[in-house]
């Protein structure tokens, strides 16, 4: 029953370790692999073009939160995305710093910066602001409160619509109003067919007039010629994303030097190696004694 990894090298030396240290065999890399039959395990970021080529597998880990990296998975072959307190804590770090820079100009003052010019804006309350989260799952409830507890009012939006203390929280019908009060708007959301391009002109358009966008979710959820227009427009005020569209932006993309715009290259959040190993270990105890699997993605709804 081997475990496969497909990673770089400095990934593969932590899982090595833990693997060995839990007694469990760990083949790092598609060359250690005498027999593509003994493959039943795979984790990887994406996996090779043919999964096909190991006859017997069962089970994908993705090494990160996403799996929409992920192709169709071949039937019978479950797949799991990495749960990990690290990645959680990460991205809500970076969405903080992000609407703190936003809410308090920070893209004003920066872009003041370049030329030494020396002038004071409003300063908001953050108990004045209303942030508006898409996506209350692991990320976006940890943001959630954080936000929450520097005072910030806070609404979340999600599918079910399921209760969060603390929080007013919309269900998938109830878009438009909650867009209505997000003056900084915050997308968590996985990338599914539902939510690519969900962040285009329409969805500006019902938020307050120049409110701000930070995006760690996905990329492709973003219409960067329609943030622009909004951007133009002052519909929007600023925007900080750390997920672009397309990934790596361009180096002559208008985002990159839009003063209205800050940019990070996909860095919210790296896995932790020794994080990560624990979860895919914790995958592979689950699946040999029959347990629900930590991480498991419902398939049936698309990603
Ligand atoms: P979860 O699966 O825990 O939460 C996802 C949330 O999104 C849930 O609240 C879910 O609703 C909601 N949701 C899904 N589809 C829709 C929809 N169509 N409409 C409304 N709400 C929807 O994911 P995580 O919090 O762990 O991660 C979220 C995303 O963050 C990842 O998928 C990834 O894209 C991104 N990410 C980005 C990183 C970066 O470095 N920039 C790092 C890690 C993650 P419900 O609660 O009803 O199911
Ligand atoms: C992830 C990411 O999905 O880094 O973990 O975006």
Not at 81 to 101: F, K, Q, Y
Not at 232 to 259: C, F, I
């Amino acid at each position: 029953m081997g475990f496969l990894l497909q990673t770089f090298p400095e990934r593969a030396a932590v899982w090595a370790q833990v693997f060995a240290e839990a007694g469990e065999t760990l083949y790092c890399g598609a060359d250690q692999v005498k027999d593509p039959a003994d493959i039943r395990y795979l984790a990887c970021w994406t996996p090779p073009a043919d999964l096909g080529i190991y006859p017997n597998l069962e089970l994908v880990i993705s090494v990160g939160a996403g799996v929409d990296q992920m192709p169709a998975m071949p039937k019978g072959v479950r797949l799991c995305r990495t749960l990990s307190p690290g990645i959680d804590e990460m991205v809500r770090d970076w969405v903080v710093m992000a609407t703190l820079m936003l809410y308090r100009d920070m893209p004003t003052y920066l872009s003041q910066a370049t030329s030494g010019h020396w002038k004071a804006h409003d300063v908001p309350l953050a108990r004045n602001g209303r942030v508006g989260i898409m996506g209350m799952g692991r990320i976006g409830r940890l943001v959630a409160k954080t936000l929450g507890g520097l005072g910030f009012n806070v609404a979340g939006f999600s599918r079910s619509g399921t209760a969060v203390e603390g929080v007013r929280i919309f269900g998938a019908d109830a878009l438009e109003p909650f867009l209505h009060e997000s003056d900084v708007l915050i997308c968590l959301l996985p990338l599914t067919d539902e939510t690519r391009g969900l962040l285009n002109a329409e969805l500006f358009s019902k938020m307050p007039k120049g409110a701000h966008l930070v995006h760690a979710g996905r990329g492709a959820q973003l219409d960067m010629a329609d943030l622009r227009s909004a951007l133009d427009s002052g519909r929007l005020g600023s925007a900080m994303l750390d997920v672009t569209n397309p990934e790596p932006l361009p180096e002559d993309h208008w985002a990159w030097t839009d003063p209205r715009v800050i940019v990070s290259p996909h860095v919210a959040a790296s896995t932790d190696h020794r994080e990560g190993a624990e979860h895919a270990l914790a995958v592979l105890r689950s699946s040999r004694a029959g347990a629900a699997l930590p991480g498991l993605v419902d398939t049936t709804v698309g990603y």
